[in-house]
């Protein structure tokens, strides 16, 4: 149960991050603060990530209850792994062979780490 909470927060972390940049790139830059705050505050995209996270904030709590912060904090880096595949599969951004390389150390670390537990 504990392992299904962590992959659904990452997963909701993950999910929130991808919304905050689609609100993102469509509020636009502006130089006038009060017109950025309306964008921000006005925006679905926004919003939305921003309740992921909250959700997300919530299930993290509970992991926290329940498994040791040595275990659980570093599996938060798989919200990395999960934010690469998206901005490629959903921006379009291309994905370069030596950040493939980190996110590989990633997932060795977090093999490490839950084999430890």
Not at 41 to 48: E, G, K, Q, R
Not at 57 to 71: D, F, G, K, M, Y
Request: glycine residues 10%; proline residues 4%.
């Amino acid at each position: 149960m504990t392992l299904v909470l962590i992959l659904t927060s990452v997963l909701l972390g993950a999910g929130g991050q991808v919304l905050l940049k689609m609100g993102a790139l469509r509020v636009g830059p502006t130089a006038d603060v009060g017109l950025l705050l309306w964008r921000i505050v006005t925006s679905p995209h926004i919003l939305a990530g921003f309740g992921l996270y909250a959700v997300a904030s919530v299930l993290w709590i509970a992991v926290l209850s329940r498994a040791p912060l040595s275990v659980a904090y570093p599996m938060l880096s798989l919200g990395y792994v999960i934010v690469l595949l998206a901005s490629a599969y959903v921006f379009g951004e291309t994905i370069p062979a030596v950040r493939v390389a980190g996110i590989a150390a990633i997932v060795l670390g977090l093999v490490l780490v839950s084999s430890s537990a």
